[in-house]
């Protein structure tokens, strides 16, 4: 027997343990023979993965990349080792999503869709990023990079009244929809979101409320708001709708894989998720040409863009988004997620860390944008043993993910310009 993932359940299949959801449900026992009931059972439930009889999980992904022709495997073996060059693939969840990449990639080529990264090591970047670049001097630390851009630049008002609510231990769910409900786009946005997986539309921010919780609601609202700070920014080295789609991707995969553990904020996750590159952001609007030679140094030195930061700078932009969410009165747990996403070891909180930190890896694994990574980094092993996540949750999280990302993006960004 073996563990498999839900996509890879047939009919006719053996459970080799007792089934349960990921609540805790039992649902079937040991020795029942799976019908197509069964497997849609499992899949309503959320259950990413099962114990078969006579089944690998390696052996299954393998006879599926085995069905692939000689030429499209190859084509798609080359990319994704080029990928996953600096990944550590001894690990079992990287291997996991080398093979989970593979597939996507056969996927996009048999649809006569172009699988590969056109970023990695192409000439035109190269040659962007030569003109980004230009002189090293008066490099200034994170805190004051961050004083700098704060000193020309302030949120939208309606962050400083969500932050007001939030501090005031008289607030009521009443309050913060009336401050919310002011703002018609924010309003809008979180309305008409396909975020909640919701089967009919909310009609009301009380509404939306009520099924989300006080704190929830509020503190999406709060991400939304900060990506309205953002969105007008002139940037020059990097592909702005790449990055947003990214960053949304990131913040879906960390609130599906939060979500599967009982008790914790999907909310929460999802804003972390979201956030977790503006750092990055601040440092290439403020020094856009010390910038440019930090992505070039990466480019070609086949580093982690966050080593070349550091290796030039002398931190990162994770460091920068701490100490900027911190000027902001965000929440501290949120800023510990976002502040130590590349080293979830070092976190106050290895466990929250870790979901932002495997998020952004797969991400960057699925192709799902580009924030000027362009090669899979390597997974913590000790934030995957503290996360205790099944394999199988991470291609249930990414199909989760593929389904909302391009309507969610579209949701968040639209109107551009228009919201300040």
């Known amino acids: 027997m073996g563990v498999i993932n839900i996509q890879d359940v ?15 449900r039992f649902l079937l026992p040991k020795g029942t023979q799976l019908t197509g009931k069964h497997v849609r059972i499992m899949t309503i ?137 002011k703002d018609v786009s924010l309003s809008a946005k979180l309305l008409n979101s396909p975020f909640y997986g919701f089967p ?35 940037i020059t080295c990097l592909d702005m709708q790449s990055f947003w789609k990214h960053s949304v991707a990131c913040g879906l995969l960390a609130r599906a894989l939060a979500g599967r553990r009982p008790g914790l904020s999907e909310e929460r996750f999802f ?44 931190y990162d932009h994770a460091a920068v988004a701490g100490h900027l969410m911190g000027e902001w009165c965000m929440p501290v747990d949120l800023r510990n997620m976002v502040a130590r996403h590349h080293h979830p070891d070092l976190a106050d909180n290895v466990f929250e860390a870790g979901f932002i930190h495997l998020a952004d890896i797969m991400t960057i694994a699925m192709d799902m944008g580009c924030s000027g990574s362009y090669r899979v980094p390597p997974l913590s092993a000790g934030a995957w043993d503290v996360l205790d996540l099944p394999q199988g949750l991470l291609v249930t999280s990414v199909r989760q993910t593929d389904r909302q990302l391009d309507e969610i993006v579209s949701m968040f960004f639209s109107g551009q310009g228009n919201e300040r």
């Open 10 to 24: 047939k009919p006719k299949m053996v459970l080799g343990a007792d089934l349960y959801a990921p609540n805790g």
């Open 45 to 181: 439930w959320g259950v990413p993965e099962a114990d078969i009889d006579g089944c690998d999980r390696e052996q299954t992904m393998g006879e599926a990349i085995a069905q692939l022709s000689p030429q499209t495997l190859e084509a798609c073996e080359a990319h994704a080792s080029e990928l996953f060059s600096r990944a550590n693939l001894g690990h079992e969840a990287m291997r996991e999503l080398y093979q989970i990449t593979l597939l996507r990639c056969a996927e996009r080529t048999i649809h006569g869709l172009d699988p590969t990264r056109h970023e990695i090591d192409a000439g035109a970047t190269k040659a962007m990023l030569n003109q980004c670049s230009g002189g090293m001097d008066d490099i200034p630390t994170a805190p004051e990079l961050v004083q700098r851009h704060l000193s020309l630049a302030s949120l939208p008002d309606i962050y400083y009244r969500i932050v007001e609510v939030l501090g005031d231990p008289n607030s009521t769910a009443t309050t913060i929809s009336d401050v919310i409900s």
């Open 200 to 234: 009919s539309k909310i009609d009301s921010i009380t509404r939306a409320v009520a099924l989300l919780g006080f704190n929830e609601l509020a503190m999406l609202a709060h991400g939304i708001s900060v990506i309205r700070h953002f969105q007008d920014m002139p």
């Open 271 to 314: 804003v972390a998720g979201l956030l977790h590159d503006i750092g990055r952001l601040i440092m290439l609007k403020e020094m856009p040409h010390i910038m440019g030679k930090v992505l070039l140094h990466a480019t070609e030195n086949n580093l982690d863009t966050w080593r070349a930061e550091r290796d030039i700078l002398g």
